[in-house]
């Protein structure tokens, strides 16, 4: 079946670039997510990449696909107090399908 | 922007009682929507999937007699926790993709149950 799995903890200096990476298992998933969640609240998409795609960069984001790998990774540049929250990644095979989510990482900011 | 939005977002119930919650999308029409359950510090994870005008799909290991899914609008989803036990204490969240050029699910709020 589908799984997504991430490391569930990243602790990264305030300034410094944060990566957080993931690996999924369904070579079907056509859609791949970064959502984040703050204490509290629900859930936001960052941003997402199709998997005919390597990379897509969006402001202080950058998402590295390596679909040979199933391997995804999430970059922060210049990491703030406001990027500590859950990141979760997900995959979905289509549009309108079920979304199966990581298990987040939890990003600690050092000041 | 497209928005779903989950009622209520907090409750607390005693056990044996049921809880219905509601999840709509406000300004698109949703034929599928999807229903999560997130425990404490952990993922979101799928429950079943909401058709409307028919049954929905349960995970493996969801109780379905227990979680009762009702899709019964194009706007509209609601899930029904029965009988009610500490256990099922957790945050339940909604989400429907959005129609049109977006390509984006849009989750609700969420609702943080709570069974004494």
């Known amino acids: 079946g589908e799984d997504v799995e991430q490391s569930l903890f990243l602790s990264v200096r305030e300034g410094d670039s944060s990566v957080i990476n993931c690996t999924y298992t369904?070579?079907?998933?056509?859609?791949l997510y970064w959502y984040k969640q703050e204490p509290g609240a629900g859930l936001q998409l960052l941003t997402y990449?199709?998997?005919?795609?390597d990379m897509k960069q969006d402001q202080r984001l950058t998402v590295l696909l390596n679909k040979k790998d199933k391997h995804l990774s999430l970059r922060i540049a210049d990491t703030q107090t406001g990027d500590s929250a859950i990141y979760f990644c997900?995959?979905?095979?289509?549009?309108?399908?079920?979304?199966?989510f990581g298990k987040g990482t939890r990003l600690h900011i050092l000041p | 922007g497209a928005v779903v939005s989950q009622h209520p977002s907090r409750v607390i119930c005693k056990s044996g009682t049921s809880v219905k919650i509601e999840c709509r999308s406000l300004?698109?029409?949703?034929?599928?929507m999807f229903w999560y359950r997130q425990f404490p510090k952990q993922s979101l994870m799928l429950m079943a999937t909401?058709?409307?005008?028919?049954?929905?799909?349960?995970e493996q290991g969801v109780e379905k007699d227990k979680f009762l899914i009702n899709h019964a609008s194009l706007t509209l989803s609601t899930l029904t926790v029965t009988s009610a036990h500490p256990e099922d204490s957790s945050f339940y969240i909604c989400?429907?993709?959005?129609?049109?050029?977006?390509?984006?699910?849009?989750f609700g709020q969420g609702t943080r149950l709570t069974v004494v």
């Open positions: 369904d070579s079907s998933s056509t859609y």
């Open positions: 990449i199709f998997s005919n795609m």
């Open positions: 989400s429907a993709w959005s129609q049109g050029k977006v390509i984006e699910a849009f």
């Open positions: 300004d698109f029409q949703a034929t599928t």
């Open positions: 909401s058709n409307e005008g028919s049954k929905a799909t349960y």
């Open positions: 997900a995959e979905s095979e289509n549009r309108d399908d079920k979304i199966i």
